[in-house]
């Protein structure tokens, strides 16, 4: 069946509508698929009219009194155009970017007074009306009486918002809860839960319980899209929290990011979750994988006194160990080092098969003293324990992605003498402290997961479920997606009693900066070192 369109102008819309209604029935050209372009122009295309209709949404969501269900199916239509231009990933990825920079600014133009919501509630409905969204009985007034469009349009009953009832409000998450990684991904698990339920005790947020539901992917990036899937469209979750991993995350942000969820803290230190500017929907409690390797490179080079030519790097053959390499690079030039020379072993995702990696370093003539450590728990325990003969002497340093506990667990079995001395990076403070924060998750932990140590991935997990508690506190009841990521944006002062200061704002998305140190003992038990 052909489909026609009216591309003439619109003479009984307002002059300066006139042309957003040629813009929006060009959207449904593309659309509808007959009267699209040729696919080498329709990203430039979708780019100007992302330009046009971008800044509309903006402002439509900058106004409470517009019900979001119109502004969303407005802005999934778009997604639907993204989607039908896009010759590859990386350019829906950018065109939806620079969509949500649109959406920004026209958000700016109305919080600053320079547009008022009588406008951006005229330009929503020209819209609508050229896609041919429904549209209230208020929105086909005549020009004269769309002064009260905005007391109509509340009246209106919107339908419920993905994931929220009056009762709940349910969060996915994407973990390996199978496969070499399944107890870090628990003890992630754990932790949310852990604060959830703390909250739910109280009464829950605005009288709704917090939910989370867990999807398995076994930290194998070709299951994450179909984990990403199965929590959307069966189980309905609101956003996303705490998911695991970086070869993973490349795949679940861009699937949020399109349909425009939250996805919230996930455990990864990689830039595929820290944009600039940020995307509006990811945000994250932990520092950066850059951050932790200058810090690591800092306390080898300033407090071991380990010459720089003498750090090596063993890493993870993947998105996960680039992102370790960038920092452990961005490190060296920093302090005025060449980085052209760091020694990168690697290993495979998802295996313990560390000889190459071994070989390499024995083949090197100035002998390796340092290994900075950018791996998984049972892969670093068998690097540490092929290394610890063959490098007599060599210090083990570790980022927090390793998962602390169950690297001391590994290492443990193996023997003291393999735990001694091996340093590991934290994102989070010691968790044999007595910060209100540490003693506010361990009286949860007694309570609700009686004999469950405290460690420090759950600490993370309860840390991040914590802020997003108090971001849905301060949203208010009436909950929807936009309001709750202004609300983020908004968080400048976070006090949980962590010790550090912890904040978001529109252009900066990562709470934490702070780094803190921890080395094993022969016990297996993690003692604070300083590492600078």
């Known amino acids: 069946m052909m489909t026609f369109l009216d591309l003439r102008p619109r003479h009984d819309l307002p002059r300066a509508a006139r042309p957003l209604a040629i813009a ?26 992302g330009a046009r209709i971008g800044p509309i949404i903006g402002a439509a969501l900058a106004c409470n009194e517009i019900p979001r269900p119109r502004i969303h199916a407005v802005m999934g239509s778009f997604q639907a155009v993204i989607r039908e231009a896009s010759n590859n990933d990386a350019d829906r990825n950018e065109l939806t970017r620079q969509f949500d920079r649109h959406i920004v600014d026209g958000r700016t133009a109305v919080t600053s007074g320079r547009q008022d919501c009588r406008r951006a509630a005229l330009q929503l409905v020209d819209i609508e009306r050229s896609i041919g969204a429904p549209v209230t009985a208020a929105a086909g007034a005549s020009d004269a009486s769309l002064a009260p ?68 992917d076994g930290y194998d990036p070709t299951r994450t899209l179909d984990a990403m899937k199965q929590l959307y469209e069966r189980e309905q979750v609101f956003g996303f929290v705490g998911s695991f991993g970086t070869a993973t995350a490349a795949v679940a942000i861009p699937y949020a990011l399109e349909r425009r969820l939250l996805f919230f803290s996930p455990y990864t230190g990689a830039n595929v979750a820290r944009h600039d500017p940020p995307d509006r929907y990811v945000f994250n409690y932990r520092p950066s994988y850059s951050e932790e390797a200058d810090a690591l490179v800092r306390y080898l080079v300033k407090l071991r006194r380990i010459p720089p030519r003498q750090i090596a790097l063993f890493a993870q053959d993947d998105s996960f160990g680039d992102a370790g390499f960038a920092g452990v690079a961005k490190a060296y030039r920093a302090l005025g080092l060449n980085d052209s020379a760091i020694l990168r072993v690697n290993y495979t995702r998802n295996t313990v098969d560390v000889e190459p990696a071994i070989n390499q370093l024995k083949a090197q003539k100035l002998p390796v003293r340092a290994v900075i450590m950018v791996a998984t728990s049972r892969a670093a325990a068998k690097f540490i324990e092929k290394a610890h003969d063959v490098l007599p002497g060599v210090v083990f340093a570790n980022v927090s992605a390793v998962g602390a506990s169950a690297l001391a667990n590994e290492l443990t079995l193996l023997g003291s003498r393999y735990a001694a001395g091996v340093v590991v990076t934290q994102t989070v403070p010691a968790v044999s402290g007595y910060s209100s924060l540490v003693l506010d998750y361990k009286t949860a932990l007694a309570k609700q997961f009686p004999g469950e140590p405290a460690d420090y991935t759950s600490l993370e997990g309860y840390i991040e479920a914590s802020i997003l508690v108090q971001a849905l506190k301060k949203a208010g009841p ?10 983020l944006e908004s968080m400048r002062s976070i006090d949980l009693g962590l010790g550090a200061t912890l904040g978001f704002g529109a252009a900066e998305h990562q709470a934490s900066h702070k780094i803190w140190g921890t080395a094993l003992d022969e016990s297996g038990t993690y003692q604070p070192i300083e590492l600078e």
């Open 149 to 216: 469009l905005a007391v109509a349009a509340t009246a209106v009953a919107a339908p419920a918002v993905r994931g929220v009832t009056d009762r709940e409000i349910t969060f996915g998450s994407v973990v390996p809860l199978s496969g070499a990684n399944k107890e870090t991904g628990r003890l992630l698990k754990l932790g949310i839960e852990a604060a959830f339920n703390r909250a739910n005790e109280s009464g829950g947020v605005h009288g709704r319980m917090l939910k989370l539901i867990v999807a398995d």
């Open 478 to 487: 009436q909950l929807d997606t936009e309001r709750l990521i202004d609300t």
């Open 24 to 49: 929006s029935a060009v959207m449904l050209a593309l659309i509808c698929g007959p009267a699209r372009a040729a696919p080498g122009d329709s990203p430039t295309m979708v780019r100007d009219l």
